[in-house]
């Protein structure tokens, strides 16, 4: 069973960075399509940004283009999101998932593995 553990949640000011990471374990790490998503309150969760299984292709959602950035560390087992330039209304809980499917998927319902998130809060 693979198993999403993320990290690097907190609380920042308007315009201050943040990295998150999830690490993974019991499965082979870059047989997966890795994706970010992101809960705000009252809102449904929404697509963030996607990476191959090679880290080749990459996806963003328009309003996190040019200011946040995806990679993967297959070696490893992590997944990262740097976030810049972060905003108020960037805050929301993000999870990492993981996807069998070959491309990057913005469609919740094609990952069938999740972390229990982290708490980002982007102060004005």
């Known amino acids: 069973q693979v198993q999403l553990v993320e990290s690097g949640g907190g609380l920042v000011q308007a315009a201050g960075s943040l990295r998150l990471s999830c690490k993974v374990s019991?499965?082979?790490?870059?047989?997966?399509?890795m994706s970010w998503f992101r809960q705000a309150p009252g809102k449904e969760r929404e697509f963030v940004a996607g990476?191959?299984?090679?880290?080749?292709?990459?996806k963003y959602e328009d309003s996190v283009k040019s200011r946040f950035t995806i990679s993967r560390d297959n070696r490893n087992y992590i997944l990262y999101l740097q976030m810049n330039s972060l905003k108020p209304e960037d805050t929301a809980v993000y999870y990492c998932a993981a996807s069998l499917m070959y491309s990057v998927q913005t469609d919740q319902q094609r990952y069938s593995n999740w972390g229990q998130g982290t708490q980002v809060t982007v102060s004005s």
């Open positions: 019991g499965g082979t790490f870059w047989s997966y399509t």
């Open positions: 990476i191959s299984r090679n880290g080749d292709v990459t």
